[in-house]
């Protein structure tokens, strides 16, 4: 299992945008062998002594945090579908410009990376 995590900050009035470009982006990373996606929005976050989540991101005033993830069988199939996944043309339809500025958020903030789980468990 290897898991792509994200967190971002999102205008707070873009929320059904948001999801909008969360749900078409399932559907075409699920054609690359993408198991599941989960996307959170901010409900209780709290401001940190030293760090949190709004400080990460460089959340403006107004702006809610969202906490995501999809998990995929392993790294090679992540790693596989890279070229094919931003080659695929409904990326440029339904997100419009490579730099993402058509977006609903200011990609330059947001933090993303991959994991591999030590501890699942599931009831």
């Known amino acids: 299992m290897y898991v792509q995590g994200f967190v971002l900050a999102v205008p707070e009035g873009n929320k059904g945008a948001y999801r909008e470009v ?3 982006f399932w559907d075409i990373v699920k054609d690359y062998g993408c198991l599941s996606q989960i996307e959170c929005w901010e409900a209780d976050i709290k401001d940190g002594n030293t760090t949190d989540f709004r400080t990460a ?4 005033p107004g702006e809610k945090i969202v906490f995501a993830w999809t998990t995929w069988p392993d790294r090679a199939t992540v790693d596989a579908s890279h070229e094919k996944l931003m080659a695929d043309p409904r990326m440029a339809e ?29 009831a």
Do not use: L, Q
Not at 57 to 60: D, L, N, R
């Open 57 to 60: 991101v460089k959340a403006e």
């Open 22 to 24: 969360a749900e078409k």
């Open 94 to 122: 339904h997100f419009g410009n490579p730099d993402g500025s058509d977006m609903p958020f200011d990609g330059k903030r947001m933090i993303f990376g991959g994991f591999e789980p030590i501890v699942w468990k599931e």
